[in-house]
T-cell receptor
Framework: DAMVIQNPRYQVTQFGKPVTLSCSQT?????MYWYQQKSSQAPKLLFH???????NEADTPDNFQSRRPNTSFCFLDIRSPGLGDAAMYLC????????????FGSGTQLSVL | AQSVTQPDIHITVSEGASLELRCNYS??????LFWYVQSPGQGLQLLLK??????LVQGIKGFEAEFKRSQSSFNLRKPSVHWSDAAEYFC?????????????FGGGTRLMVKP
């Protein structure tokens, strides 16, 4: 059974049109992460939540925002997608910092036309 | 800041041949080390991890990895590759403290398997 679920699996948006990607988890983990993975590149951390505390990576563009209304759900909002934002977006969850591993969703492949 | 290097961007091996994927890290102290596999269009699946203890760790799908402190390496190996092993492999590290469990990934190695 999937424990980290990302919807939709594929998302197409237009240049400049806001888009929201969603992630849900059944693990009751404290921490949720959003990674961006461009074609043939390593995943890059955008930000993460520890409970309700939001932690932004220093080089994450302002165009990217996130919301976590409750433990189970986390959203990635791209306010004005550019062509360079086309990528796979991976959500992951983790327990306390002492926990050993992350659980990844299957990702949302975002295309920008 | 920690960094992870996977020197080989692409590797092609014949089915049944042995495999070694290289990973080197740069970090002030020994971090926690991971190998993940990603099939095309899919998320990341954990193959194995090293935290402490025995430097040779066994993972799923017949993979193993050896931590070598003197070389700051954590190379992934498999004695006999199957066609289904064709995928992208990522080495990753995280701090070995309670500061958080976010990962830093290497650039990945794409494995292709010849029949």
């Amino acid at each position: 059974d999937a424990m980290v679920i990302q919807n939709p699996r594929y998302q197409v948006t237009q240049f400049g049109k806001p888009v929201t990607l969603s992630c849900s988890q059944t693990l009751n983990h404290n921490v949720m992460y959003w990674y961006q993975q461009k074609s043939s590149q390593a995943p890059k951390l955008l930000f993460h939540y520890y409970d309700k505390d939001f932690n932004n990576e220093a080089d994450t563009p302002d165009n990217f925002q996130s919301r976590r209304p409750n433990t189970s759900f986390c959203f990635l909002d791209i306010r004005s997608p550019g062509l360079g934002d086309a990528a796979m977006y991976l959500c992951a969850t983790g327990g306390p910092p002492s926990d050993e591993k992350l659980f990844f969703g299957s990702g949302t492949q975002l295309s920008v036309l | 800041a920690q960094s992870v290097t996977q020197p080989d961007i692409h590797i092609t091996v014949s089915e049944g041949a042995s495999l070694e994927l290289r990973c080197n890290y740069s970090y002030g102290a020994t971090p926690y080390l991971f190998w993940y596999v990603q099939s095309p269009g899919q998320g990341l699946q954990l193959l194995l991890k090293y935290f402490s203890g025995d430097t040779l760790v066994q993972g799923i799908k017949g993979f193993e990895a050896e931590f070598k402190r003197s070389q700051s390496s954590f190379n992934l190996r498999k004695p006999s590759v199957h066609w289904s092993d064709a995928a992208e492999y990522f080495c990753a590290v995280r701090p070995n403290n309670n500061a958080g469990n976010m990962l830093t990934f290497g650039g990945g190695t794409r494995l292709m398997v010849k029949p």
